[in-house]
Structure formats: structure tokens, C-alpha cells
């Protein structure tokens, strides 16, 4: 990264020690790109006054982005968006009984006018919301968006290589 501090440029915030199965997968990704990060619980029902504080504060900190993963009532990640306008990324969370779907319902279902960036429920939506957190830092970050690049060029490489076993 060209920002020369290790000043935060991502939060990933969760809602629950119990999400960091699934959040853990954001942060590999922006650890993998040397992204500087933090990472902390803030609960949007157990600690509002805290979870306020933080969005409100999110952009005057340097965060340009903000990955936020609940479950359940996920309301984290629309009320953080209501407080600022730093972009964030929200990961539905599997929950106990509806497998996640009542956390992608929660998220995605934003009034017009605060926008949260919604990704898949789980490891995938955890990682994709952390590729579009670096891809939005290498718009103005070359060096950031030629690691990106070979990332995908990775990927390709590794689809065109995979076998099938012989058909039964
Ligand atoms: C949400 O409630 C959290 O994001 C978590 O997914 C869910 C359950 O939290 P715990 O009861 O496991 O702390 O706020």
C-alpha cells in the first residue's frame, strides 16, 4: 500500500465474537494484500452508543471502507451506512435457525438512499466484501491494483488446470 502509515484504511466490524468464524475470512484477504485493517466486535443492539461513535468517527479516522457481518436481525451494517458515508460492505452472517437468510434479508433490504454494498451469506460474501474493499482502494493505488490483478490471473490459471475424473 502507497499510504506509508498503518493507519486503517478497512474496519471490519461484527456484530459478535461468535461471527468470527465467517469474518476471519475478510481479513485474510486484506492481510493476504497488506491492506492495513482493524477488526472488532460492535454490536449494533448490545452497543449502539458504540457502534454510533464509530461510523461517525469512521472518515476523519482514514477508513475508506467498512466491512460489517452480522447475524440474524443484522442491523449492524444499515446503521453504521446511516452514519456515514464511508462505503460499506455488509456480510450476512449464518444465524442458528434460518441459516443466514433472515441476516441477507436484514442487510440487503435498504431504503433507497443509504446503500449497503450486500455480498453472499458466509466465507464467500466475508471474502468477496474484503476483494471489493481492496478493489475500491486500487482505483487510486497501482500497486494495489496490479496485486489484484495477478490474483485474478491466479484464479484463471487454476480453473484452466482443474480435471474431471474419468466419467463413470
Ligand atoms: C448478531 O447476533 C451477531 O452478529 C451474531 O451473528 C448474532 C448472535 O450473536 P451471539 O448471540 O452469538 O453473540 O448481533
Known sequence: MQNGT???????????????????????????FGVPHEALVISAHRMPDEMFAYAEGARARGLRAIIAGAGGAAH???????????PVLGVPVPSKYLRGEDSLLSI????????????????????????????ILAAGDDVLA??????????????????LPPAP
Open 146 to 163: 496490479e496485486r489484484l490483478q495477478a490474483f485474478r490471473a491466479q484464479q484463471t490459471a487454476a480453473a484452466k488446470a482443474m480435471t
Open 108 to 135: 440487503v433490504q435498504m431504503p433507497k438512499g443509504v446503500p449497503v454494498s450486500t455480498f453472499a451469506i458466509g466465507e464467500a460474501g466475508a471474502a468477496n466484501a474484503a476483494l471489493t474493499a481492496v478493489a
Open 6 to 32: 498503518d493507519k486503517p484504511l478497512v474496519g471490519v466490524i461484527m456484530g459478535s465474537s461468535s461471527d468470527w468464524d465467517v469474518m476471519q475470512n475478510a481479513v485474510a484477504i486484506l492481510q493476504q
Open 76 to 86: 449492524l451494517p444499515g446503521m453504521v451506512a446511516a452514519k456515514t458515508i464511508v
